[in-house]
């Protein structure tokens, strides 16, 4: 998708196609006062007589997502004007925005238009260089398509983007913040394409070779480690894991070096990932409905692999290592048993209660290599827990913390990214949930706050560093379309960690 900004008025573009953002100006709270749509593009609107009589008809309400098309509009030089809802003005947010252009791209999309013009909107909570860069998101966010192996699959992708934007702009800013989208969305879509691949054509070597290509593309170092090294470092517990797949695991490590040495004592971030290529449970086997998804388990792996892309190309001021824990969770033979004990890097004993607690396992190594890597502050990501999907549903991911400033930083990051995480507790009382007869801890704690006890479990390794678990069980995967956004991979928590992490320069 070739993506510029044009500096014209509304009335003035000749697109095929120009989308605006309508707002709902009504204030008036009763169940029964009526909308007031205005559309959001500037004074220059005024002179497009057809949309205003459009909305004076009562046709467009400017709910979130509504679209109406019409062709050749009086006093627009454009061929086609798609309006698109936006909810109530008082509420408009960049996040908003994302989806109203993703909206916009899906929509001409499905009519087999290859050209959009966006009019950036005007509004006070937004200002021009957040909008250029929420568009710029939310259309790559839109121009994504699941159905890779469709013998139909033709080139759906749209050709061209255009951002309208008002002569008057300050242009520099405007082209920075769309680079900046442009960045952000293609490393979201890197992630969601690695994810969106079946465990055939996703096997941790595989995922390792991808990463290797990314980082080499990037100008970051990177590392791929399989059997003999992880068996060296006594990595017990990711090794458990893979000792039942005929596919090795990878141990992935990226490391990004900001251009200024940074002075003694400044954070590194270690960024953790899941990345469970296939979890079929292991001898602790899922039942056969639905396991297909088990594919996704590698999502949060692949976040940190598409998070470090974006790292790359915007350089903050922060060292950033990304570690990703990638093995196949089969039953064999070879396989690990219930009732098994494995010692992680750091020689705490694990007795395996259920060999579908999988993810814990080989995150306990990658937590504790972050640290002798250097990180001082910790992030993971992980396809974790059943349970966090039955606390939370599909809308929240589950976010577990040891330190409040490191949470409200990152709730921070999550709401300008437009991602959404509610804080789960991890009271030390829960600890004896997870104690082991046989060894130091179990890799189970049962039923019960099951996202918790995972995250008890993870926190054994972090050694009281500052530290964020991300489960993403339930939102990593779009169980339906939206307007926005077609079914299949999200890319959370992308954008998140990329805002995270940019938020240690200032
Ligand atoms: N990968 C799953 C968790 C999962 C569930 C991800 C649904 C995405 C959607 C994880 O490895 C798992 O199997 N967890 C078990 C843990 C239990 C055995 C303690 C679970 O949640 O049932
Ligand atoms: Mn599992
Ligand atoms: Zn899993």
Known sequence: MKISLAYATVAESLSDCLAAVVLDHNTDKSKDAKPHPLVAAGPAIADANAVMDVLAIGDITA?????T?????????AKRFLLVGGGKSSRFSADELRRVAGTAVRFVKSKDLKSLTIALPEHSAVSAPEAVRAIVEGAFVADFDPNYYASDRKDQRLDELTILAPPTS????????????VIIGESQNFTRDLVNEPGNKMTPTILG???RKM?????LKCEVHSTDKIKELKMGAFWSVSQGSAEPPA???MTYEPQHKPIAGAPVIGLVGKGITFDTGGISIKPADGMEKMKYDMAGGAAMIGAMRAIARLKPAVKVIGVVCAAENMPSGTAQKPGDVQFAMNGTAIEIINTDAEGRLVLADGLCYARELGATHLVDAATLTGACVVALGMLNAGIFCNDDDMHSR???????AGEKFWRLPIDDEYRDLIKSQIGDIVNSGGRWGGAITAAKFLQEFVDDRPWIHLDIAGVAWMEEAKPWIAKGPSGIPVRSLVEFVRSFTA
Do not use: M, W
């Open 63 to 67: 709910k979130p997502q509504e679209t």
């Open 69 to 77: 098309l019409l062709h050749y509009p009086k006093g627009l030089a």
């Open 170 to 181: 300050d242009k520099t800013q405007l082209e920075s913040a769309l680079n900046t989208g």
């Open 209 to 211: 070779e991808r990463a």
């Open 215 to 219: 980082c080499a593309e990037a100008g």
């Open 251 to 253: 141990l992935i490590v």
């Open 410 to 416: 990152f709730q921070k990051a999550a709401s300008s």
